[in-house]
């Protein structure tokens, strides 16, 4: 960055690590390990969000009337691209939406579909709890029954994900929902063959796909084309946009009969309208989104994904070395996050998992989510290119 008054993005062959936090205004006396939760928003999208606002501002009513539905347009095109979610091949007709965030996006699949009693939704054990939730809720209505993959904890390999699906799907299945990263976890779920899976018994799919946006070198069509009729995204975390920008990619099949969760004026003309406005709010998240592209792409995006790759998984090294423990799975099972048992006797339990989170942070300076994953404690270690593995051997050196 040139100067203070001066926002500028990163140049392509600016080294990553330390030198890269100038870019965001994250706290210089804390060892960020956590961008996996929440993301960290870096100045020169806050800057563009900040100049939405103001023309929102400026004039409310023209703005929302008359520039809103063509500037969402312009940031939903520039999102399919990036997410290869443009309706190629067999995926024609596929469209994307801003949704609020991945969450929001499920439920609006989840609640927009007509349940019978009976009908079988499968969805891992260890899926996001908000997706769980909400797939107990509309069960909970309407006689359903909730079926869970049971992936089993450590994970000795990606084959044993996927025979946790296929073994849930021997009783059929109306729908499933697949993590694309699960979150809790951090490690990734080979699509093709749970696709086909899923596909061959005549489920529905729903994907889950917080965590894949720049992280991992998606192509949704492809997704949609291997089997998926829906996939949600968040593009807080790993690209980096505000918050409150998400998106929902679903087949032209998919969107019959799909709507928002917050049904509002436009209720019954089509998934764009509907989608595109469910009451007043702050659209300046998603209008960021191009921003928040242009970031990655100035760092370049391959070479993104590779160095947090890299980075995790020498850390994960690291780490387990000094805590003499074995990361949760495979190296090739994760991305830019691991999982690693936490080197303490206390019992797995939420209220171990927030103690230990406050202490790391207030006696050691380090930001990390600490989880109780069946009955254990674990630590999920993300990789960012403002982070040098200093600060991963910060936190190695607590139980050292």
């Not at 929902?248 to 049904?263: K, Q, W």
């Not at 690291?318 to 991305?335: N, S």
Request: hydrophobic share 50%; proline share 6%; with cysteine.
């Amino acid at each position: 960055m040139s100067d203070s008054n001066t926002i500028t993005l990163p140049r392509r062959d600016e080294p990553f690590g330390h030198a890269l936090r100038s870019h965001w205004t994250l706290d210089a006396s804390v060892r960020f390990l956590n961008h996996g939760s929440y993301g960290a928003t870096p100045r020169s999208v806050l800057a563009a969000q900040d100049r939405w606002r103001s023309r929102l501002e400026h004039e409310p009513v023209r703005f929302m009337v008359d520039e809103l539905p063509q500037a969402l347009g312009v940031a939903a095109d520039r999102l399919a691209r990036f997410v290869g979610a443009c309706g190629a091949g067999d995926t024609k007709g596929s469209k994307l939406a801003f949704v609020e965030n991945a969450t929001a996006g499920a439920n609006a699949v989840l609640r927009s579909l007509r349940w019978h009693a009976g009908d079988r939704i499968v969805i891992a054990n260890h899926a996001y709890p908000a997706l769980k939730n909400a797939a107990r809720f509309v069960a909970d209505r309407c006689g359903a029954i909730v079926v869970e993959a049971q992936v089993p904890w450590p994970l000795t390999s990606a084959d044993a994900l996927v025979s946790a699906y296929t073994d849930a799907l021997r009783g059929g299945a109306r729908l499933v929902i697949v993590d694309h990263v699960f979150s809790p976890l951090a490690v990734m779920t080979p699509l093709a063959p749970v696709l086909a899976a899923c596909r061959a018994a005549g489920a529905q799919v729903l994907v889950d796909g917080a965590h894949a946006p720049a992280q991992l070198p998606l192509v949704v069509d492809d997704v949609l084309f291997a089997g998926a009729d829906w996939y949600v995204g968040n593009c807080h975390k790993w690209l980096c946009a505000p918050k409150g920008a998400g998106f929902l990619v679903a087949t032209a099949s998919g969107r019959r009969d799909l709507h928002p969760v917050v049904i509002s004026n436009y209720f019954g003309e089509g998934f764009d309208a509907e989608f595109g406005w469910t009451g007043t709010g702050d659209p300046t998240a998603r209008l960021a989104v191009p921003a928040a592209i242009d970031f990655i792409e100035a760092l370049g995006a391959a070479r993104y994904r590779d160095a947090l790759r890299t980075q995790a998984r020498e850390a994960a090294d690291r780490i387990a070395d000094a805590w003499r423990v074995t990361p949760a799975a495979p190296p090739d099972c994760f991305a830019a996050m691991v999982a690693l048992p936490f080197p303490v006797a206390d019992a797995g339990t939420r209220d171990n998992a927030l103690r230990w989170r406050a202490r790391l942070l207030a006696e050691h300076a380090i930001e990390v989510p600490v989880t109780p994953i069946d009955g254990r404690l674990w630590v999920r270690i993300s990789a960012q290119v403002y982070n040098e593995l200093s600060d991963y051997d910060a936190l190695a050196a607590v139980f050292r």
